[in-house]
């Protein structure tokens, strides 16, 4: 498939997240391996590889942590954010005071590996679902502090976001149901506190709060652990009233059967979550 690419993330919000990482692998010695075995003024050149073909991410991140170990470091990329490359690829060369490249390695490469993963699965996922019109997206399911690159790293992929955030939209699920006392009620309180701006969404997870809910007056629902038989029953009931999103515990081994039933979305929190790190490496290069 033909992917658009996915604007750059600006460096002022990818900054805290290198020297958070660098903080943790520096400690309190610094990089002792390289201060032992490196002298101090060597040069060297090393080339970041990709050892599996897949879609990169993260070369930003990449940069990044060579240069807040060393701003000399000479970073040139050959590949940018969103391209399926083949294994053997050379996708960046470094080059520069030989101690400080060893010691930013890790953390480039962790960043890379990890979100080039997600863009690779993210990818193949979207790729299997090509003929149906669901759109694949992302969820809340990240690990903390790393939200806003895992989610640019499933637009890289040809994914879309779900709420980045608690405060980009309200989503009724069942917890908020069961204490405000039904899903009426819910729908109601926030209707009235979202004016025309913020966007409302009700979880369902059967045909009867369906029901309730397009009774309401929601124009998106996310229908939540339903088999296939009754997703296709809730699409049907939701046509001209709703879009649909599916959601619960999807793989990329159920993805095809949601998306035959003509969901508009498939929310997997597996993309942020379960999927493989791409196996990325930093090369010398003599």
Not at 200 to 213: F, K, N, S, W
Not at 223 to 231: A, K, Q
Request: charged content about 20%.
């Amino acid at each position: 498939m033909t992917v658009k690419k996915e604007p750059a993330l600006d460096d002022v919000l990818l900054k805290p997240l290198v020297e958070v990482a660098l903080t943790e692998d520096l400690g309190r010695r610094g990089d002792v391996t390289s201060q032992a075995t490196i002298p101090a003024n060597m040069q060297a050149k090393l080339e970041i590889k990709a050892r599996q073909a897949g879609v990169i991410c993260g070369m930003d991140l990449a940069r990044l942590s060579f240069a807040m170990v060393d701003p000399r470091i000479e970073f040139l990329a050959q590949v940018a954010d969103g391209e399926w490359v083949d294994a053997g690829t050379v996708l960046a060369s470094v080059r520069g005071n030989a101690r400080h490249l060893l010691t930013a390695e890790r953390t480039a490469l962790n960043f890379m590996t990890h979100l080039s993963g997600i863009a690779t699965d993210t990818r193949k996922i979207v790729d299997s679902v090509a003929e149906y019109p669901a759109q694949i997206t992302c969820t809340r399911k990240t690990i903390p502090g790393l939200r806003i690159v895992q989610k640019y790293a499933v637009r890289c992929g040809g994914g879309r976001n779900h709420r980045l955030g608690l405060d980009d939209a309200i989503l009724i699920k069942d917890n908020h149901i069961a204490i405000a006392g039904d899903i009426k009620t819910a729908i109601e309180q926030a209707q009235n506190f979202a004016g025309h701006l913020i966007p409302i969404e009700v979880e369902v997870d059967t045909l009867a709060q369906l029901a309730q809910a397009l009774d309401a007056g929601v124009s998106l629902v996310l229908l939540d652990n339903m088999s296939p038989e009754i997703l296709a029953q809730a699409v049907t009931m939701c046509k001209g009233r709703a879009r649909t999103e599916a959601s619960g515990g999807i793989t990329p081994e159920t993805v095809q059967a949601a998306a035959k039933t003509g969901v508009d979305f498939i929310a997997m929190g597996y993309l942020t979550h379960s999927t493989t790190a791409l196996d990325i490496g930093l090369d010398f290069s003599a």
